[in-house]
């Protein structure tokens, strides 16, 4: 292992030990807080609360409908339904579900998995079970150890992910050139869900 390797897993180390060491000393306080903080929410607040569920909620509870095990299983494209193209959190916070097809139909579907209809519904060309099967072939494509390292798109590769709000994946290239980007179409994925930008390659530390 070089010696940068080592003096960053030292540091990483170094910064876990010392965040458990705070969250342990915090975590009396916390608990011996818990019974004034709730005491202190009326309980028309935590209806309110049950009724009006965050968008965060709603997404956990949407992907439990999924599947129980859907945080292990985030990145399989079996676990969504062909119909559903990703949800996210609009900047007026509220919870969208993004749909293929009639988004009516749908939205009767969602209201039963969720138990609301406190959420919008967007209709999308894609779905995010299409979405993560790219993903799929640029990671087989990244492991593969019969790809020199000497192909463009190893080399310029800057990274790659489902932007559920354009409903494409979006690849990442230090250069975006016509080289690159038919190479990638060639040896990867020519899928029209795929866009190329430029974009650098994230530092490690």
């Known amino acids: 292992m070089s010696a940068m390797k080592s003096t960053f897993l030292f540091f990483l180390l170094l910064t876990l030990g010392s965040v458990l060491f705070l969250s342990s000393c915090n975590q009396f306080n916390k608990q011996s807080n818990k019974t004034d903080v709730r005491n202190s929410i009326s309980d028309d607040t935590i ?23 859907w945080m292990e299983r985030e990145s399989d494209p079996n676990l969504y339904p062909n119909f559903y193209g990703g949800s996210f959190i609009d900047n007026s916070g509220i919870f969208v579900i993004a749909v293929t097809g009639d988004r009516n139909r749908y939205k009767e579907e969602l209201i039963a998995r969720l138990g609301t209809n406190n959420f919008k519904v967007e209709t999308v060309q894609y779905s995010y079970k299409q979405m993560m099967q790219v993903m799929d072939k640029i990671d087989a494509f990244l492991v593969d150890a019969t790809i020199p390292e000497s192909h463009p798109v190893v080399t310029h590769f800057a ?46 530390f």
């Open 47 to 69: 209806k309110h609360m049950a009724n009006n569920p965050t968008g965060t909620d709603l997404h956990e509870k949407l992907m439990n409908s999924f599947s129980d095990d």
């Open 159 to 204: 990274g790659a992910y489902p932007d559920v709000m354009v409903n494409r994946v979006k690849v990442n290239l230090t250069v975006v050139s016509k080289e690159i980007t038919d190479a990638f179409k060639k040896d990867i994925s020519d899928s029209p869900i795929i866009v190329f930008e430029q974009g650098e390659i994230p530092e490690l």
